[in-house]
Nanobody, 129 residues
Framework: QVQLVESGGGSVQAGGSLRLSCGISGYYANRRDRLMAWFRQAPGKQREGVAA????????HYVDSVQGRFTISQDVAKNTVYLQMNSLKPDDTAKYYC????????????????????WGQGTQVTVSS
């Protein structure tokens, strides 16, 4: 089983920064071929892939709207994935979810919701103008 626990959400003014953390536990924590991602969902909108990272290579993918503002990173020893969010905008307001691909659904892209079979409970990010 895979457990994902997010933290670090909160409220911030536009232009501010937040860092989200996702702790990984369970059997998946011991694998080095992990694919981890951050998604977000605003009220009335579909869940959107924000950023993803491959544990083995460190290669990252971003949705265009956060490119240059958000950075996904990892601490492999701590089994933790981070999302550093800078220059936040009101449009970034959403609940942010950590996700893992324990089943290796390689038919889907790294920012595709269908790729991920394990999810955290989410953490709210609110950006005011």
């Amino acid at each position: 089983q895979v457990q994902l626990v997010e933290s670090g959400g909160g409220s911030v003014q536009a232009g501010g920064s937040l860092r989200l953390s996702c702790g990984i536990s369970g059997y998946y924590a011991n694998r080095r071929d992990r694919l981890m991602a951050w998604f977000r969902q605003a009220p009335g909108k579909q869940r959107e892939g924000v950023a993803a990272i491959y544990t083995l290579t460190g290669r990252a993918h971003y949705v265009d709207s956060v490119q240059g503002r958000f950075t996904i990173s990892q601490d492999v020893a701590k089994n933790t994935v981070y999302l550093q969010m800078n220059s936040l905008k009101p449009d970034d307001t959403a609940k942010y979810y950590c996700a893992a691909d324990p089943d290796g659904r390689t038919l889907y892209g790294p920012l595709d919701f269908t790729r991920y079979g394990a999810w955290g409970q989410g953490t709210q990010v609110t950006v005011s103008s």
